[in-house]
């Protein structure tokens, strides 16, 4: 299994979410499951995947980290430099990371 931060990209509007997992293939998966089933906790995402499709979304991981005390401030870097906008919480603050979506 793979360990590091991750980003899922929206490649018709160019909107972009970045996490990180101790596991991100069965993170992947959760999302995966999340999103087609409606229950996913990002609602911007979710209504983006509604009316975008599956089709429309790619999953790459980002980087590659074994420790797993490093990968917070990976994630905190790679929202600083991509500025995902599926990253903002309610308040219009970019949030490091949305902790109930998160595995780790």
Request: glycine share 4%; hydrophobic share 35%.
């Amino acid at each position: 299994m793979t360990s590091g931060v991750y980003c899922i990209t929206n490649l018709v509007t160019g909107a972009q979410y970045v996490g990180r997992a101790k596991r991100i293939e069965e993170r992947y998966r959760q999302h995966i499951f999340a999103l087609t089933s409606g229950s996913h906790n990002n609602k911007r995402l979710l209504e983006d995947w509604k009316n975008y499709k599956a089709e429309t979304f790619r999953f790459q991981i980002l980087e590659e980290c074994c420790d797993r005390y490093l990968l917070s401030s990976l994630e905190s870097a790679w929202i600083a430099r991509l500025q995902p906008e599926y990253n903002v919480n309610s308040e219009n603050v970019r949030a490091s990371s949305f902790t109930a979506s998160t595995s780790y």
